[in-house]
């Protein structure tokens, strides 16, 4: 994703937009992601978030709303935060 990320960084919010809607229950299957699904895809959901700016993530909050999808955001940044992110440490 690094090499690419000038080229796919403006796709990052809206696939994020799209995952978050599935897995707090507002999508098509209106019933989230199964356990095994979700720690699947966290990987990938965790570098497009390593690929999205600080302005994206800042659109995302505000059109995600009000409710489950937003607080599924913080949770998801909270998360990435934790078990992600590169801090320097080892």
Do not use: N, W
């Amino acid at each position: 994703m690094g090499q690419h990320k000038d080229t796919l960084g403006i796709y990052c919010p809206h696939i994020l937009s799209d995952y978050i809607c599935v897995l707090s229950g507002c999508g098509p299957e209106k019933s989230g992601l199964k356990r095994e699904i979700d720690g699947a895809l966290r990987p990938g959901i965790y570098a497009l978030v390593d690929a999205c700016s600080l302005e994206d993530l800042q659109q995302l909050h505000a059109v995600l709303g009000e409710g489950p999808r937003r607080s599924a955001l913080q949770a998801l940044r909270l998360d990435y935060e934790r078990h992600f992110k590169y801090t320097g440490k080892i």
